[in-house]
């Protein structure tokens, strides 16, 4: 379709700001979707306007613009405008343009808000227009996410002219589907979504949408699981001897963990590869099912594999394997970006000489060859895209593939949402662990909390400080690490105070990682880097600064570095702002423990748009679906997508072609489709 420059407007600059957001054509264009509406359509009488309110007024100018200057760089313009009920001020903080705007006595619509804090009726930094010229006033008007020097005017513009230049779009959903949900066409969809005549063809054009994008993703799902259907492999032979493993494990396995390995080791009797999900809180125990699988692997003749987000998560997993694995002749390595003398180690893995693999993306590269691969497992899944998965799966021929997460969803959500995959659920955590009780603090109770930190250090516990920052920024309220490793060495000359963030070398992260581990450091300071996975039971404090700053989930993933042992743990959130958003996350984050709960919780709280904006829930970014909130559209494309693969299961058929290019449209990244 034509670049964006050939809209009126559109010249060299403004399409390569439109570029930085990946819109090229006039079609990518039409696909970028408001966010939000400003109801102008209908104008309101002077006299009826409430203040704080956004609306749409239509009047006569009363006087010239009067320029006023309150400081340097401040410049007010204010005028005075009327209509039969009444006169409304208008005001302009540093827009010179509107000195020479007006004329007395013409008459323009103006949207804005109704200022709250004035006593005279007056709107703050109206958008106005002629009367007679109106292009964006007296109707429903969209509003776009915005980046860089992007301005709503100019997506606005830029998209009425792309409205009028587009022709009908072609149609690509089959007739059937589109009769059999009463969705509109793509046309007046794209048309609508952008500038609805009435909110009721806003609905039509944004079901029709969501409908497509939820169809889409379920089909792409359902197309993969039918290709993982048709590899064939040898089975296991032998699945039993996983209880060789289980005597030599320190602990029980808890049921539910006992429940999930036997759902695996089932699959691996199979003829045909593995794709399942195991879906456990922080904390359940998944490294030991995962350790149970690959010790069965081994036993069986393979080679087998994990893959970890982090380094220091990598070294955790391969401490942890080496004294599960003690005892047997198993041989394990750790493979990472930073290991040294890659190439012998690489020949022991093609050799087959290494029984388990152990590490990062370092373990996908190209350089590395496997010998025999029968199993690969993904750590801490959200980290990785899907086509990361697949790059270690296509190391070996119909690999038994296995993802872990700790941000479970809701069952209902991830059957939906994780179609391809089976799903297991360690729904349990070890005995004897204890809720770690949570708080949400103010900057008033520092005393207290320092002094909080003193007793439990005292007492040989350690602590972990997190923080959103590294260094100082421009933003003086937000805590950031190293400022507040210096603090705490001050306050707290007694304890060894550890820092440690993204930025350092993994060589220097392992250092301090481990320090901490052996318990020679007491306090820990840091960013997200200790977000994942990693394990230092006797670490039962948590202070989170700036809590504001995350998201549920993450805070929960947070949380969940403590509380890994026996002992009480605690969680301190330090937050700032009233948002209620924030004061409803952290009442969550007091009030429960639980992953899932907190996911669901999270789910709802965000709102469109972002909604799967953030990776952590490893779940694909929607456009326009609410994955939550439009469950029952969801529904619907779920068995029209479960009708169309049954009847069609390539999408060979003529009346499919429109939706396979789509499929692979959306998905070319994440989905491999042939
Ligand atoms: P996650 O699911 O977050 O990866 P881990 O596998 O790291 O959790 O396990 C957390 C901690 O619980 C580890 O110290 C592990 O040894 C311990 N653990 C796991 N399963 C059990 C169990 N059944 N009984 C007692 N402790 C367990
Ligand atoms: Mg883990």
Excluded at 30 to 37: A, Q
Excluded at 462 to 488: F, H, W
Excluded at 583 to 595: A, P, S
């Amino acid at each position: 379709m034509q670049e964006i420059s050939s809209l009126k407007g559109i010249g060299k600059i403004r399409s390569e700001q439109f570029l930085k957001k990946g819109i090229k054509t006039v079609s990518d264009l039409l696909n970028y979707y408001p966010r939000d509406y400003e109801d102008r359509s209908n104008a309101r009488d002077i006299a009826d306007c409430i203040s704080g309110e956004d609306v749409l007024i239509k009047g006569i100018v009363l006087t010239p613009v009067k320029e006023n200057r309150i400081r340097k760089n401040m410049v007010l313009y204010t005028m005075t405008v009327g209509d039969d009920t009444g006169i409304i001020s208008m005001t302009w903080y540093n827009n010179r343009f509107v000195k020479n705007g007006f004329k007395m006595g013409e008459e323009f619509v103006f949207f804005g808000k109704i200022n709250p804090k004035s006593r005279k009726k007056e709107m703050i930094n109206p958008l106005y227009e002629r009367v007679g010229k109106e292009k964006f006033m007296g109707k429903i008007v969209p509003v776009y996410p915005l980046w860089a020097n992007m301005t709503q005017k100019v997506i606005q513009s830029a998209m009425a002219e792309a409205i009028k230049l587009k022709g009908d779009i072609e149609e690509y959903l089959p007739k059937e589907v589109i009769l059999e949900n009463g969705l509109c066409s793509i046309d007046e969809a794209i048309e609508n979504i952008h500038f609805p005549k009435s909110f009721d063809d806003f609905f039509k054009a944004r079901e029709r949408l969501v409908f497509e994008e939820l169809l889409f993703l379920q089909l792409a799902l359902m197309y993969k699981r039918e290709e993982n259907e048709e590899i064939k492999r040898e089975p296991f032979r032998d699945i039993k001897c996983v209880v060789e493993f289980l005597d030599k494990l320190p602990f029980e396995m808890t049921n539910a963990q006992k429940r999930c390995t036997k759902e695996i080791l089932l699959d691996l009797k199979k003829d045909k590869p593995m794709n399942r999900l195991i879906q456990g809180d922080v904390g359940s125990g998944k490294t030991a099912v995962a350790a149970a699988t690959m010790y069965v692997a081994v036993k069986n003749g393979y080679q087998t594999a994990i893959m970890a987000p982090t380094e220091i998560l990598a070294t955790q997993h391969y401490e942890t394997f080496l004294k599960f694995f003690e005892k047997t002749d198993i041989k394990i390595c750790l493979l990472t970006g930073s290991t040294k003398g890659k190439k012998a180690l690489y020949e022991k893995i093609a050799s087959g000489e290494i029984d388990i693999i152990i590490g990062t993306h370092a373990i996908i590269q190209d350089s590395v060859s496997y010998h025999n691969l029968g199993l690969v497992i993904a750590d801490e899944q959200h980290r990785f895209g899907v086509s990361q998965r697949a790059k270690l799966t296509n190391k070996g021929e119909g690999v038994h593939t296995l993802i872990m997460t700790a941000t479970p969803i809701p069952r209902t959500l991830a059957f939906i949402l994780y179609g391809d995959l089976d799903i297991s659920e360690i729904d349990e955590l070890p005995p004897g662990r204890k809720q770690v009780l949570t708080y949400a603090v103010g900057e008033e109770m520092r005393e207290r909390i320092d002094a909080f930190i003193d007793k439990n250090v005292k007492l040989g516990a350690q602590c972990y400080v997190v923080c959103p920052l590294i260094e100082e920024t421009q933003s003086g309220d937000i805590k950031n690490a190293t400022d507040l490793s210096i603090r705490l060495s001050k306050k707290f000359p007694q304890y060894r105070v550890g820092l440690i963030h993204g930025k350092m070398k993994a060589s220097e992260k392992d250092d301090v990682m481990n320090a901490f581990a052996n318990g020679e450091i007491n306090i820990l300071v840091s960013t997200t880097v200790i977000e994942v996975g990693v394990n230092v039971p006797n670490a039962t404090m948590m202070v989170i600064e700036n809590a504001e700053r995350f998201g549920l989930s993450q805070l929960h993933q947070l949380r969940g570095r403590v509380g890994r042992g026996n002992e009480q743990s605690y969680c301190i959130m330090f937050c700032q702002g009233t948002s209620e958003i924030m004061k409803k996350r952290m009442t969550i984050m007091c009030k429960t423990n639980d992953g899932f709960v907190i996911s669901e919780e999270d789910l709802k709280l965000r709102g469109p748009g972002d909604f799967f904006g953030t990776r952590q829930h490893g779940l694909p970014e929607m456009k326009i679906a609410n994955l939550f909130k439009d469950m029952k559209i969801m529904k619907k494309a779920k068995a029209s997508a479960e009708k169309i693969i049954s009847a069609d299961k390539a999408l060979l058929n003529q009346e499919n072609q429109g939706i396979l290019r789509k499929i692979k449209e959306m998905f070319d990244d994440n989905i491999a489709l042939n």
